[in-house]
């Protein structure tokens, strides 16, 4: 009656793919990351390996109208400048990437021209050495202008560009191929969806080495386990061998936010500032746990908690 | 998908196998004319064994096993909030459902002496949330003998099971568990535990007074397995598995091991709920949201500041809500801010992520409004829509039935974008001016101050 651990063999494995590109490979990056590149379950490292920790993208939205007020106050000025942003991620908050979210291309709020945002964009890049993702703002025809512009102008750069939407990718998709970017594919908490999604961009002539899939990430008390289990889905639907699934996977936790619950002042709830921290980093937690290989986050002090919690689960510090 | 479900890996016995344990006496006793009828319907689970009265004793006990769940069901504490634990049959969620949330508890611990204690109990007792129609609360009080005197231990737990939560007894020495356990047997307490060093006498104790035990400190699983047998063999029914502490990692492993061993390999030593116990620093509240995702039963901590318990809280919630069965908000006419009758109305479904994220873009705006939340079963608004359970009929009816009218004279609903298509109905039906809102709610701001522009 002797006890064997009962462990699991799956014949498929995550994609390793690159993120940035230092001046060897043709950017100015100071690092290239590496996300993917498991071939089992996250941190069930008893019975497979992940070669790659999971990666903290941090947040750099170039409108404070679009950052929450509680996150403004507890992050400080930086918020109101993505330059300035951008540096502290890389410096005091340790990034492993950043995200610049250009919020401000929004047609029907700033307006930004795409010339502006291409200028910004090269600002950042010049001011960090960090890989860098950058999105749009969500309307189709404006993003296709500027991240086409923001495409050639960070050429060489490895950056991943987002999101690529199964009504809209044609035009992210060949502002990626032109200049040697990924693309950031998302999809609406739906297995077959996160699948048809990199079907569409494989067809289109991408390579599966430049697609991470985004499966929409919800946050704690939002939603979060539909996209927990959509995690957990994906990734076995990616072990037990399916290539289409086997992109790396990135959650944006940084939603954990705009949970009103996560930071209203209620004392009975305890201390609002730090509940949104708990509420963040438990987020992205479960989104590893779940399968994630990147979670994009606001609040250092979460990354912090987060990237311990991590630690401790791939065996200590 | 690789994980199989309950029903390939349980195995249930046929009927052939059945009828070889039974007597075969064809005495129509159980009211089935043969046995071998009998055994069928016993395959089935169609009739009790208790029905034959000449059933051999160790028949009996090999086919309880073999038909008993993967995983034993365990209850500690009595009364409305007594704590059920186990039971559990996935690996994941999406094969079916989560059934028992981890039981959280709160230590109390003797060095803190007895007015710590008693505060602890307090707390416990206090940490209760309502969230989306159902109380979050703390679940259980661990009182512990660490340092301080046993008298003042005793006097704690005493106190504890005087009140509603189930309680747990920790300590290690038999002689002073066994009179705390005297002091409140009838409270059904879980003991803490029995370790290598006192496995023989903890459980006795949790024999004689048919009380669940905790079964730990032990350096390898295959140590607990082989205590959790022997404490079988000893006469105890109801255990609870520890597996250990170390990182979070060696926790998942372990934790990950015992369930599947337990629901794939049938492996009867693990078919036990599990648990851990927790300090108080960043790490271990983090290690607790892992044992809410990684099946842990029980998670017991020595402080739960509420920042971060009332998040645990809805982690817990959310991973143990059954998939088949969306969470759902109260039908209502809800007020967002303070709006008064000329504020306006729009309405959505009571599938609580679409009222949440309708409510949040509404606060975004910083204007009061009224939105009526249209019962769909907790469905989406286009899920409910197609299905028939979005109709202009039901809106009509959920105006109705809020008296909208006479709280507000506006004489206008904003309806979501993706419902358009009833705009005519529902005017119609109801008599108000339909106007269609956003497609998204994210454009709600947007409209809204529009509207009051």
Known sequence: LGFELPKEKYGGRIKEVAIGATKEQGGTRSRRLVAGGSNGLAFHSFESESPHKPLVVMDVVDTVRMVPERLQESMGSAVNDPVEWARKCEGEWGADACVLKLQSANPEEEDRSAEELESLTKKVLESVGLPLLVYGCGFEEKDAKVIEAVSNAAKGERLFLGLAEEKAYKSIAAASMANGHGVVAFSNLDINLAKQMNILLLDFGMKPENIIMDPLMAALGMGLEYSYSNIERLRLGALSGDPVLQMPMICDCSCAWNVPEATEENPDRGQAELRGIYWEAMTAYAAVVAGADIVIMRHPRAVGMFRDAVADLSGGA | ?453
Request: with cysteine; hydrophobic share 40%; net charge neutral.
């Open chain 2, 1 to 453: 998908m690789p994980s199989p479900t309950f029903q390939e890996v349980r195995d249930v016995p046929t009927a052939m196998e059945i009828y070889k344990l039974l007597p075969k006496k064809n005495c129509g006793e159980c009211k089935l004319p043969t046995c071998l009828a009998f055994a069928m319907q016993l395959a089935n689970q169609k009739v009790s064994l208790e029905a034959c009265p000449y059933v051999s004793p160790e028949a009996k006990s090999a086919l309880e096993e073999s038909g008993a769940p993967p995983i034993r069901l365990v209850t500690f504490g009595a009364g409305d909030k007594a704590a059920q634990v186990g039971d559990e049959t996935q690996l994941f969620r999406h094969d079916k459902t989560f059934y028992h949330p981890t039981v959280l508890g709160l230590i109390a611990d003797d060095a803190e002496g007895i007015d710590a204690m008693k505060a602890k109990i307090d707390a416990a007792h206090a940490a209760e949330f309502e969230r989306v129609g159902q109380m979050l609360r703390v679940d259980s009080v661990a009182i512990r003998h660490s340092t301080g005197s046993a008298d003042d231990f005793v006097e704690a737990v005493k106190i504890a099971a005087a009140r509603e939560l189930p309680v747990v007894i920790m300590c290690e020495d038999a002689a002073v568990a066994a009179k705390a356990a005297e002091a409140c047997a009838d409270r059904k307490p879980l003991l803490y535990r029995a370790t290598p060093a006192n496995l023989d006498q903890m459980a006795e104790l949790a024999k004689g007074k048919s009380l669940p035990l905790v079964i730990g400190g032990t350096s390898s699983l295959e140590e607990l397995s082989q205590m959790a047998d022997k404490a079988k063999k000893a006469g105890v029914t109801d255990m609870v598995l520890e597996p250990g502490d170390g990182s979070a990692g060696m926790v998942l492993e372990n934790l990950t091991a015992i369930r599947r061993a337990a629901v794939k390999s049938r492996f009867r030593p693990f078919g036990y709920p599990t648990a851990m116990v927790l300090g108080a620093s960043t790490s271990d509240h983090m290690k607790a949201a892992l044992g809410v995702m990684k099946y842990s039963s029980i998670v017991l901590m020595e402080e739960l500041p509420r920042e971060m318990l009332y998040p645990l809280l809805a982690l817990r919630q959310n991973v143990f809500t059954d998939p088949q069965v969306p969470i759902q908000v109260k039908p209502g006419l809800y007020a967002v801010g303070e709006p008064t009758e000329k504020s306006p109305v729009m309405f959505t479904t009571n599938f609580s992520l679409t009222y949440f994220t309708v409510r949040a873009d509404i606060e975004k705006s910083k204007l009061p409004a009224w939105l009526l939340v249209v019962d769909t079963e907790g469905q989406s608004v286009m899920t409910a829509f197609a299905a028939g359970k979005l109709t202009p009929e039901s809106v009509a009816k959920a105006i109705e039935d809020e008296k909208l009218k006479e709280k507000n004279t506006r004489e206008e609903i904003i309806i979501p974008g993706m419902v358009s298509r009833m705009s005519g109905k529902l005017n119609e039906l109801s008599g108000l001016k339909v106007s269609v809102g956003p497609r998204e709610s994210s454009g709600l701001p947007k409209m809204m101050k529009s509207l009051s522009g």
